[in-house]
C-alpha cells in the first residue's frame, strides 16, 4: 500500500502563472479531500469528491480554483494566475466508503508564489 | 459555524513527562472527535477517533475522552519519548457533513532528551 501519492512535492510558480496539483488516492478509497495548510491559518478544508462526485466545494476560493476528479486514480487542483497569497502545502485526503472520518493524507504539495 | 480550539502553541517537555493538549469544541450536534499527529515533512496521521458511542480513545498510549459537559477532547500521554515531537491537531468531522474535517491550529510538541 502505497498511500496517497502527490506531484510534485515542491512547485515555485511566478505571480500570474498556473499551477497543478496532483494526488492520486488509496486504491479502493471512494472519497478524496482536499486542503491548504499555513503557518497563520493552519489546516482549512477546500473541497472533496465521492466516487468522483463533487460534494462540497464550500472551502475553494472562487475565482481562481478548481478541482477535478475525471477517474477514480486521481483529482488535481488547479490554481490559476497564483498569488503570493496562494504559498501553502497543499494536502490531498483519502477515505474508504465505510469510514469518511478516517482520512489518509499524502505528504502534501508544497507551492511557492514569487 | 463550527469550530475547535486548541490554545497551547507550542509544549515543551522532557522525556518521561506527563503530556496535557488542550481541545475545546462547538458544534451543533455530537460530533466524531479526532486527534491527527504531524511528523516533520509528513502529511497529518490519524492518532484516534472518539464518538458518543464509545467516549474514550486510546492509542500508542495517548489518549482522549470525549466530555460533552465541557465540550472538551484533551489528549494526554502518561509517559513522552523524543520520537513524539510532533504537531498535533486536534478536529472534528463537520455537522451534516460525512467527511469534511474542521482542524485546531495544532500543538507543536518538543521533547528534549
Known amino acids: 500500500n502505497a498511500g496517497v501519492i502527490q506531484t510534485p512535492r515542491h512547485k515555485v510558480t511566478g505571480k500570474g502563472q498556473e499551477a497543478t496539483l496532483w494526488c492520486e488516492p488509496i486504491s479502493g478509497h471512494s472519497a478524496v479531500f482536499w486542503y491548504r495548510q499555513t503557518i497563520v491559518q493552519g489546516l482549512e478544508f477546500l473541497t472533496y469528491f465521492r466516487n468522483q462526485a463533487p460534494i462540497d466545494d464550500s472551502g475553494m476560493p472562487k475565482e481562481r480554483f478548481s478541482a477535478q476528479m475525471p477517474n477514480q486514480s486521481h483529482s488535481t487542483l488547479k490554481i490559476q494566475s497564483t498569488q503570493p497569497q496562494d504559498s501553502a502545502v497543499y494536502l490531498c485526503a483519502s477515505s474508504s466508503d465505510s469510514n469518511y472520518a478516517e482520512q489518509f493524507f499524502g505528504p502534501g504539495t508544497r507551492l511557492t508564489v514569487l | 459555524g463550527d469550530s475547535v480550539t486548541q490554545k497551547q502553541g507550542q509544549v515543551t517537555l522532557s522525556e518521561d513527562d506527563f503530556l496535557f493538549i488542550n481541545c475545546t469544541y462547538s458544534t451543533t450536534t455530537y460530533p466524531t472527535l479526532l486527534w491527527y499527529v504531524q511528523y516533520l515533512g509528513q502529511g497529518p496521521q490519524l492518532l484516534l477517533k472518539?464518538?458518543?458511542?464509545?467516549n474514550k480513545g486510546i492509542s500508542r498510549g495517548f489518549e482522549a475522552t470525549y466530555d460533552k459537559g465541557t465540550t472538551s477532547f484533551h489528549l494526554q500521554k502518561a509517559s513522552v519519548q523524543e520520537s513524539d515531537s510532533a504537531v498535533y491537531f486536534c478536529?472534528?468531522?463537520?455537522?451534516?457533513?460525512?467527511?469534511?474535517?474542521?482542524f485546531g491550529l495544532g500543538t507543536t510538541l518538543q521533547v528534549q532528551p
Open positions: 478536529a472534528l468531522v463537520e455537522a451534516g457533513n460525512t467527511g469534511k474535517l474542521i
Open positions: 472518539v464518538t458518543t458511542a464509545n
